[in-house]
Nanobody, 130 residues
Framework: QLQLVESGGGLVQPGGSLRLSCAASRFTLDYYTIGWFRQPPGKEREGVSCISSSGGSTYYADPVKGRFTISRDNAKNTVYLQMNSLEPEDTAVFYC???????????????????????WGQGTQVTVSS
């Protein structure tokens, strides 16, 4: 079973930056579309950004466009989410997720907008506050 481990969360002031990492153990991420989702306090989980297995296709939710950048380094078996110009509204638990490209594959947009996910990470807390 694919295991995803997020890291890089923490407390940051408004306007600051964080980089989240999603690493996989036991299996390669080469055959998975990867996404970042978040769940703000008291709200439902939502898709933030997704990236295709090759890295050639990406999707961003409107609230994060121009501020967040998703990337992947398949050699390191890791996917990143660079978050700049953070706002208090970005406070949430961020989850990494994976969707197989072989079993009922989904586009990056479908994965993010419809939570088409096969595996979830445990989540990492991001708090934006002064």
């Amino acid at each position: 079973q694919l295991q995803l481990v997020e890291s890089g969360g923490g407390l940051v002031q408004p306007g600051g930056s964080l980089r989240l990492s999603c690493a996989a153990s036991r299996f390669t991420l080469d055959y998975y579309t990867i996404g970042w989702f978040r769940q703000p306090p008291g709200k439902e989980r939502e898709g933030v950004s997704c990236i295709s297995s090759s890295g050639g296709s990406t999707y961003y939710a409107d609230p994060v466009k121009g501020r967040f950048t998703i990337s992947r380094d398949n050699a390191k078996n890791t996917v990143y989410l660079q978050m700049n110009s953070l706002e208090p509204e970005d406070t949430a638990v961020f989850y990494c997720a994976a969707k197989s490209i072989w079993l009922n594959p989904a586009s990056v947009q479908a994965m993010c907008e419809m939570s088409r996910v096969d595996y979830w990470g445990q989540g990492t807390q991001v708090t934006v506050s002064s």
